[in-house]
């Protein structure tokens, strides 16, 4: 997540380009629905000339409304946080009532291993055919509470028992649910999101779930980012079941793996930032992770470039492209967009003109989300003033644009949002277990805007 404090009403002129939609030889599944469509843009087809600007690029991915998606097999790993402090609130024994009803919504096909940690890694169920429902359930009932949390070695012990069984017909994943810190094994948090995305790389998702107050969210989210899960904040123990039902039914619904975008930019053109999204870069060439997309799914991609030129002459952007596996067919697609270009005059009437307000309010939203990021941060270091009148901020010059130029629905409603979470930083000022489930409820609000 992008931390970003933006002051000024109209802080930089926008570059842009036309709006290109392209389409795959054969990406196509057997019954002729398009699996994935790509679509990219920028906010301009006008750049004031002279000095660097900053260019917005957006690149819309939408995944076929399929709802007769055959459900794939599974092969999962279920990670169980057994620490001491998992005793308080009964969270271990809502977490074991989850892992029950989990047990219940298996096909005999699928596969299921159990893992539960404390200081030490137990496994408690290698991975076994659903089938074995009795062996799952006598083992999750006997599960009870220990010490200290060994977080890195229960989240690998999960994978190896996935990855023993590793099938690409099936959903690889693994579950996590924690409420504490990492302080056994390995404890740095880089290290650990490290071995998540390597992970990933290998083929197998990690979810996580923090539950309860004092988990490490940046942790727990850094994990199901770097390694192309979901992740979920568990407000009362009692929702696990829940938030359960909620990852199970996403799994059914996959229909594009390992889904990719990369962006190649144009000579000159400088990468400024990649909002809500993990990247690598080699010379020109971007590569931008993105989650597996499940029927209907809609996912944004908003970057930030900086480009110059002189009047009258005229610059290539970025080329965007998709790369996926279709999960019926598990064949690998490409996809990719004609090249944008930018023009470059010295009438900043013109520039304004020419100006997409449908791509600015995504630029828009995605600076509000970082704004409330960035809010939290400040309201969990003990800095509430200064958290509201960043957010406040923020909040008035986004209401200003929004009513005289957007008039955007989907950024009114943010803004009733930013509203809200400005009323709750005051009214939970005094009350310190308040302040912490805002401050993770809206970080994990602001994860989702930029998505």
Do not use: W
């Amino acid at each position: 997540m992008q931390r970003l404090v933006i002051t000024a009403l109209t802080a930089t002129l926008i570059v842009a380009s036309s709006t290109l939609m392209s389409r795959t030889r054969g990406a196509e599944s057997t019954d002729g629905v398009e699996v994935v469509a790509l679509t990219h843009q920028t906010s301009h087809p006008l750049v004031l000339a002279g000095d660097a600007q900053d260019v917005y690029l957006h690149v819309a991915l939408r995944a076929a409304d399929l709802p007769h998606v055959a459900r794939p097999s599974m092969n999962l790993a279920l990670v169980i946080d057994r620490s001491g402090s998992m005793a308080s609130e009964d969270k271990l024994t809502f977490a074991k009532s989850a892992a029950e009803q989990l047990v219940g919504r298996l096909e005999p096909d699928d596969r299921l291993a159990i893992v539960a940690y404390d200081h030490d890694i137990r496994t408690v169920v290698p991975s076994t055919p659903a089938r074995e429902r009795g062996v799952f359930l006598a083992a999750i009932r006997g599960l009870h509470t220990g010490g200290s949390t060994d977080l890195h070695g229960g989240m690998v012990t999960g994978y190896d028992e996935v990855r023993a069984h590793f099938d690409e017909e099936r959903l690889n994943r693994v579950l996590l649910l924690s409420d504490g810190l990492a302080n056994r094994g390995v404890t740095q948090p880089d290290a650990i999101r490290s071995r998540a995305a390597q992970c990933r790389e290998t083929g197998v998702r990690i979810s996580t779930m923090g539950m309860g107050l004092s988990y490490d969210e940046d942790l727990l989210s850094g994990i199901a980012h770097h390694a192309g899960g979901n992740y979920y904040y568990v407000r009362e123990a009692e929702s696990v079941g829940r938030h359960l039902d909620r990852e199970l039914d996403e799994l059914t619904r996959i229909v594009a793996r390992d889904v990719e975008v990369r962006v190649e930019l144009g000579e000159g053109v400088q990468l400024g930032e990649i909002y809500g999204y993990s990247h690598t870069r080699k010379g020109s060439s971007i590569r931008i992770p993105v989650s597996d997309l499940y029927s209907g799914e809609r996912r944004k991609v908003v970057v930030r470039l900086r480009v110059q030129g002189a009047a009258g002459t005229e610059r290539a952007l970025a080329t965007a492209s998709l790369r996926y596996v279709d999960s019926s067919s598990h064949t690998s697609h490409r996809q990719s967009s004609a090249t944008l270009r930018s023009r470059f005059t010295d009438d900043i009437d013109e520039v304004l003109r020419s100006r997409r307000l449908d791509v600015l309010i995504k630029v828009e939203i995605v600076h509000n989300a970082g704004a409330l990021d960035a809010a939290m941060k400040l309201q969990r270091d003990g800095e509430i003033d200064a958290a509201q009148e960043l957010l406040d901020a923020r909040y008035r010059n986004s209401k200003l644009v929004n009513d005289t130029e957007y008039r955007s629905a989907e950024l009114t409603r943010m803004l009733e949002t930013m509203k809200q979470v400005l009323f709750d930083i005051e009214r939970t000022r005094g009350d310190a277990s308040a302040r912490r489930d805002l401050q993770l409820t809206t970080e994990l609000q602001a994860l989702g805007y930029t998505e």
